[in-house]
T-cell receptor, first 110, second 115 residues
Framework: GQQVMQIPQYQHVQEGEDFTTYCNSS?????IQWYKQRPGGHPVFLIQ?????EVKKQKRLTFQFGEAKKNSSLHITATQTTDVGTYFC??????????FGGGTRLMVKP | ETGVTQTPRHLVMGMTNKKSLKCEQH?????MYWYKQSAKKPLELMFV???????ENNSVPSRFSPECPNSSHLFLHLHTLQPEDSALYLC??????????????FGPGTRLTVL
């Protein structure tokens, strides 16, 4: 079945440093979504990417969908303590199955 | 906050108990989901309902029994659970199950502990 892998599993950064998490699918995706889960909270939708090579920005967050539509990345510029949490990608394949990656837990030292 | 509510927020039960988790969405969505979140598998899809019809069941043990009486309500009935079933159970809804309308709106979750 479809597998969606995320790396790294954990990342510690100093406040102000950049952070990137990568998402890789075993199958071609029709779209990919990103979610953020704060500690003790629930996942909250951030963005959806649909087109090959698409790049979207939300303030300090940059999301990219690969040309082959099998991978994606989330980059945070100049992290802040409010960025702490676990970031999940979720890919939907042609069979309409939505699969979540294992998440990347981001910790930011002030 | 997100329009999806879950009760109870915390539940402790013995292995012989029967309990139910409740989810309600106030967003007018057509699809509802149950997820299990644990340290071993961060977000594991359990069941999907679309217009009250179950469309996906990801090989979940029969001790978990979902019920969707209408498009706004979803239940998860629990019986004879095992300690390894302890986890955060998240309910979610989406406008539809397919296409670009499948953004997941999650509820706050029920933290379940099985003794």
């Amino acid at each position: 079945g479809q597998q969606v892998m995320q790396i790294p599993q954990y990342q510690h950064v100093q406040e102000g440093e950049d952070f990137t998490t990568y998402c890789n699918s075993s199958t071609t995706l029709s779209n990919i979504q990103w979610y953020k889960q704060r500690p003790g909270g629930h996942p909250v939708f951030l963005i959806q990417l649909v087109k090959s090579g698409e790049v979207k920005k939300q303030k300090r967050l940059t999301f990219q969908f690969g040309e082959a539509k099998k991978n994606s990345s989330l980059h945070i510029t100049a992290t802040q303590t409010t960025d702490v949490g676990t970031y999940f990608c979720a890919g939907r394949n042609a069979g309409n199955m939505l699969t979540f990656g294992g998440g990347t837990r981001l910790m930011v030292k002030p | 906050e997100t329009g999806v509510t879950q009760t109870p927020r915390h539940l402790v039960m013995g292995m012989t108990n029967k309990k139910s988790l409740k989810c309600e969405q106030h967003l007018g969505h057509n699809a509802m989901y149950w997820y299990k979140q644990s340290a071993k598998k961060p977000l594991e899809l359990m069941f999907v309902y679309s217009l009250e019809e179950r469309v996906e069941n990801n090989s979940v043990p029969s001790r978990f029994s979902p019920e969707c009486p209408n498009s706004s309500h979803l239940f998860l009935h629990l019986h004879t659970l095992q300690p390894e079933d302890s986890a955060l159970y998240l309910c979610a809804s989406s406008q539809d199950r397919t296409g670009g309308a499948d953004t997941q709106y999650f509820g706050p979750g029920t933290r379940l502990t099985v003794l």
